[in-house]
């Protein structure tokens, strides 16, 4: 099991136990709560199979994860993540990393695809309440046609979150520029083309 947990800008660390002995702290990369319960999977399957634990302890923290899960862009004085979350559960499971962190947590989402949208219309109304702000840009449509029961504005529309504001592909850094500041987590999520959005806030600041 892990114990002793502590958690440091949305990554934690843990002690593993296997039985009554205690193996040793291993330092996560990964955000989040979920990645110490992947971890511990990793651990004992090793512990099972007579991988020694400073092998599995060494490739754990070594691992750096995948391009757009929960990549970390730049961190200091502001904390940008681009994450390919597009579905309400991922989109809580990243938030929840950082919810208790003193700095504002904001979120910029562009949802994929109309029929996604609207087919999960009612998870996603509750999917950003712990943002304390979420800007929402226009659908990514891939390959579909406008359907207007799934396009940002009627999502805009019905997420409960008060602390929204919609914007454009074109105006989001500006209005980014002039909202965000010192301490601040900003997450940009999604499966289409807001990784270069996200990619060129974090070059220029």
């Known amino acids: 099991g892990a114990e002793e947990l502590s958690c440091k800008n949305g ?11 205690k193996k040793g702290r291993v330092i996560l990369k ?7 319960n992947n971890a511990l999977y990793c651990l ?21 994860g995948i391009a757009r899960r929960q990549e970390i ?17 991922q989109i809580k499971n990243i938030a929840a990393c950082f919810e208790k962190d003193e700095g504002r947590l904001i979120g910029v989402f562009q949802p994929h695809t ?18 304390d702000e979420v800007f929402f840009l226009p659908t990514y449509p891939a390959r579909e046609e406008y359907d207007e029961e ?4 009627r999502l805009f529309e019905n997420v409960k979150n008060q602390r929204k504001t919609f914007a454009s592909k074109g105006n989001i850094l500006p209005i980014l520029d002039e909202y965000v500041k010192t301490g601040d987590v900003v997450i940009f999520m ?9 990619r060129e806030f974090a070059e220029n600041h």
């Open 11 to 21: 990554a934690y660390s843990f002690v593993f136990r296997a039985g009554s002995e």
């Open 30 to 36: 990964q955000l989040g709560r979920f990645s110490v």
């Open 44 to 64: 004992a399957i090793g512990d099972i199979t007579g991988v020694s634990f400073a092998s599995s302890k060494r490739s754990l923290e070594s691992f750096s």
């Open 73 to 89: 862009l730049k961190s200091g004085e502001i904390t940008v993540i681009t994450d390919y979350s597009h579905h309400p559960t």
């Open 114 to 131: 109309y029929s996604r949208t609207k087919c999960l219309m009612s998870e996603f109304s509750t999917a950003f309440d712990a943002f």
């Open 150 to 153: 799934g396009c940002s504005e």
């Open 190 to 198: 999604g499966a289409g083309d807001i990784d270069k959005i996200a």
